[in-house]
């Protein structure tokens, strides 16, 4: 069984920093991408950014130079900071992994359950 827990959502004012952490737990042989999406009120999850198991980055257009993806490959942990944000980044983050689950050997994506991220003042 493998899980994704996110932490680090809550409430901030315009122009504030945030930073989720996403740990990946179980039976984990390996970890190849990893990714934080968001999903607004009545919109669909988009991606926000995601990277690559040697560390390259991709991010949403909305969130370049404002947002940074990063991971612990020893920890099985990524996190995503989020600085200079906007009432427009108000979400529900959520963490996803491609992972390699151990007994029996199987790659899978998997997901978190979410952190609220609001962005108001």
């Known amino acids: 069984q493998v899980q994704l827990v996110e932490s680090g959502g809550g409430l901030v004012q315009p122009g504030g920093s945030l930073r989720l952490s996403c740990v990946a737990s179980?039976?984990?042989?390996?970890?190849?991408?990893m990714g934080w999406y968001r999903q607004a009120p009545g919109k669909q999850r988009e991606s926000v950014a995601t990277i690559t198991s040697d560390g390259s980055t991709h991010y949403a257009d909305s969130v370049k130079g404002r947002f940074t993806i990063s991971r612990d490959n020893a920890l099985n942990t990524a996190y995503l900071q989020m600085n200079s944000l906007k009432p427009d980044d108000t979400a529900v983050y959520y963490c996803?992994?491609?992972?390699?689950?151990?007994?029996?050997?199987?790659?899978?994506?998997?997901w978190g359950q979410g952190t609220q991220v609001t962005v108001s003042s």
């Open positions: 179980g039976n984990i042989a390996s970890i190849s991408g």
């Open positions: 996803q992994g491609n992972i390699l689950r151990s007994r029996p050997f199987m790659w899978g994506d998997y």
